[in-house]
């Protein structure tokens, strides 16, 4: 996983990612302009590296839609990292000229394969590794349905998107029951409903779909699973201090993902490329456009977790639960996800 600043040229330009000296071919980018608030923009390479195939993690807007497809896309995932189309005002969300940009990457397992491990049947590109999929498939007609996600181990966090209409980005963590979901693109907290997942947890081969996904068209799915010493997928407690909680991760994190999951507050990303050292309040938000914010939830990257130093209650209610997601600095150990 990749964490890569870079400013815009308004020109065609390529992005390289360097981890720890080594670079990789990303099949997952997720960029945000951090000078101005212009939408995310997510593309993978299972859906292809087009203007048609941009999402964005603050709306609900169908691929490519009219407000996604003239800013600016990802045009090749390369060997070494992503390239970006050119033009002044059309790039604007990835690579208008002098605006600072982060692009977070993940490394999949490269060229899709077909699978049959559920009901229905899945296009897949998954690095059991490094414990990260790009899933394509079209729902169920009816009723219920799985899908194969390609890992080998039940994912601790899903994060759904339908493809062809307007719908919600519907996301699944380890810390929340089967029978609730939350909203990638809003403040919501998590919401019942158990025909979303079926009631049914991820298992080491699939995703159950509930009949809210009944006749609802193609859908990417992106499927995390831990791996020791380089993810980690949690929750924790808040304590209502500016002494707050210390999550233990076992490295020190490069990138992590927080919600509170009890109430209704915004999603927060933190990585250590736009914030190089301690403490940390560069904030992103994947529910809004809203330009990067130095706000006062801080926290600090410690070598083997992070630890909350405010009491704001979008991370640190007295007795908040929120979930995480966390990627390492330095990985120092590479197996299989389990």
């Given at each position: 996983?990749?964490?890569?600043?870079?400013?815009?040229?308004?020109?065609?330009?390529?992005?390289?990612?360097?981890?720890?000296?080594?670079?990789?071919?990303?099949?997952?980018?997720?960029?945000?302009?951090?000078?101005?608030?212009?939408?995310?923009?997510?593309?993978?390479?299972?859906?292809?590296?087009?203007?048609?195939?941009?999402?964005?993690?603050?709306?609900?807007?169908?691929?490519?839609?009219?407000?996604?497809?003239?800013?600016?896309?990802?045009?090749?995932?390369?060997?070494?990292?992503?390239?970006?189309?050119?033009?002044?005002?059309?790039?604007?969300?990835?690579?208008?000229?002098?605006?600072?940009?982060?692009?977070?990457?993940?490394?999949?397992?490269?060229?899709?394969?077909?699978?049959?491990?559920?009901?229905?049947?899945?296009?897949?590109?998954?690095?059991?590794?490094?414990?990260?999929?790009?899933?394509?498939?079209?729902?169920?007609?009816?009723?219920?349905?799985?899908?194969?996600?390609?890992?080998?181990?039940?994912?601790?966090?899903?994060?759904?998107?339908?493809?062809?209409?307007?719908?919600?980005?519907?996301?699944?963590?380890?810390?929340?029951?089967?029978?609730?979901?939350?909203?990638?693109?809003?403040?919501?907290?998590?919401?019942?409903?158990?025909s979303y997942w079926n009631s049914?947890?991820?298992?080491?081969?699939?995703?159950?779909?509930?009949?809210?996904?009944?006749?609802?068209?193609?859908?990417?799915?992106?499927?995390?699973?831990?791996?020791?010493?380089?993810?980690?997928?949690?929750?924790?407690?808040?304590?209502?201090?500016?002494?707050?909680?210390?999550?233990?991760?076992?490295?020190?994190?490069?990138?992590?993902?927080?919600?509170?999951?009890?109430?209704?507050?915004?999603?927060?990303?933190?990585?250590?490329?736009?914030?190089?050292?301690?403490?940390?309040?560069?904030?992103?938000?994947?529910?809004?456009?809203?330009?990067?914010?130095?706000?006062?939830?801080?926290f600090d990257a410690l070598s083997?977790?992070?630890?909350?130093?405010?009491?704001?209650?979008?991370?640190?209610?007295?007795?908040?639960?929120?979930?995480?997601?966390?990627?390492?600095?330095?990985?120092?150990?590479?197996?299989?996800?389990?």
């Amino acid at each position: 996983m990749a964490c890569t600043t870079y400013t815009g040229t308004g020109a065609n330009a390529s992005i390289v990612n360097t981890v720890n000296g080594v670079s990789f071919q990303p099949d997952f980018v997720w960029i945000k302009d951090r000078s101005v608030g212009y939408n995310h923009v997510l593309q993978d390479s299972v859906r292809g590296a087009t203007a048609a195939a941009k999402l964005s993690s603050n709306q609900s807007d169908a691929e490519g839609s009219a407000n996604l497809a003239p800013y600016g896309n990802v045009s090749a995932f390369n060997s070494n990292g992503f390239s970006l189309v050119s033009g002044s005002i059309d790039s604007r969300q990835t690579n208008a000229s002098g605006d600072a940009y982060i692009g977070w990457q993940w490394k999949a397992g490269g060229t899709a394969v077909s699978n049959t491990a559920g009901s229905i049947t899945s296009t897949v590109s998954a690095n059991t590794t490094a414990g990260f999929s790009v899933v394509t498939l079209t729902a169920q007609s009816s009723g219920t349905g799985t899908f194969g996600h390609g890992l080998g181990v039940a994912p601790s966090m899903v994060i759904t998107k339908l493809r062809a209409s307007t719908n919600a980005w519907a996301t699944w963590h380890i810390s929340i029951p089967n029978t609730q979901y939350l909203e990638l693109n809003t403040t919501n907290a998590a919401q019942t409903a158990a025909s979303y997942w079926n009631s049914t947890s991820p298992t080491s081969t699939v995703v159950s779909l509930g009949s809210a996904w009944a006749g609802a068209g193609t859908m990417v799915s992106y499927c995390f699973a831990p791996v020791a010493g380089y993810s980690a997928f949690g929750s924790y407690t808040g304590n209502g201090s500016t002494d707050g909680p210390f999550v233990y991760l076992g490295f020190r994190p490069r990138y992590f993902l927080i919600k509170r999951s009890d109430s209704a507050y915004d999603w927060y990303i933190h990585d250590t490329a736009r914030d190089t050292y301690n403490t940390m309040n560069k904030e992103l938000y994947p529910n809004t456009s809203d330009a990067e914010v130095s706000s006062s939830r801080i926290f600090d990257a410690l070598s083997n977790g992070f630890k909350v130093r405010d009491s704001n209650a979008g991370i640190n209610a007295s007795g908040g639960t929120y979930i995480y997601m966390a990627f390492a600095e330095n990985p120092f150990k590479y197996a299989n996800a389990r």
